[in-house]
């Protein structure tokens, strides 16, 4: 019966070989965790434009997400219409409006995640139609709320995310029927895919 065990060489051949794996899967570790972050952001947003959605039809009256400016990071903030004419920036002020949800702060959550866009991109947003100056990533015409009605209908815009290097997400609602979608662009393709 042979006792014999590792020698050194063996040893040092198996680590070098096992080296090599950790080494060579370190990058699509790094774009798996990138694209997973930036969904998990995308998916949240969605969420509470949903919920303030169903919030609103539920509750028979205007339901509005507002974003804000704190710290460094856009703070989302669900309001509810207490006076008939929508959620206004101004009722918000006056305590006419009242907060219901939030805020949800989103730059603690995931790291590397922003409101905003890969830098240099220039493609169409998801409708089809040119997006502008790069320095807004919340587009609902001029304000910063995006109001559901009792009757299912929504502000349209979209919210882009990114990670400032090489991925993009957009969440798109749609007016009509207040639709919530997420789509990711894909730069090499040139085109916004539906996600979620």
């Known amino acids: 019966m042979n006792m014999r065990g590792t020698s050194l060489p063996e040893l040092v051949v198996v680590l070098a070989v096992l080296g090599l794996v950790f080494a060579l899967s370190l990058a699509p570790l790094a774009e798996i965790l990138a694209e997973e972050g930036l969904r998990a952001a995308a998916c949240e947003v969605s969420a509470i434009l949903t919920a303030a959605c169903g919030r609103a039809v539920f509750q028979g009256v205007d339901v509005g997400v507002k974003w804000t400016s704190s710290a460094g990071d856009l703070v989302l ?20 409006d009242r907060l219901v949800a939030g805020p949800y702060w989103m730059h603690g959550k995931y790291p590397g995640i922003t409101f905003s866009f890969v830098p240099g991109f220039n493609g169409l947003d998801p409708n089809g139609a040119p997006i502008g ?23 349209p815009g979209s919210v882009y995310l990114s990670n400032r290097k090489n991925r993009q997400a957009a969440v798109r609602v749609t007016p009509a029927n207040a639709k919530i979608q997420i789509f990711t662009w894909h730069g090499k393709s040139l085109k916004w895919i539906k996600r979620w």
Do not use: E, M, W
Request: aromatic share 6%; charged share 20%.
């Open 133 to 155: 100056s790069l320095t807004d990533p919340l587009r609902f015409g001029n304000s910063d709320i995006c109001t559901f009605s009792p009757l299912g209908k929504a502000s």
């Open 77 to 96: 903030s669900v309001y509810q219409d207490g006076n008939g004419n929508g959620v206004t920036t101004v009722d918000i002020k006056k305590g006419i």
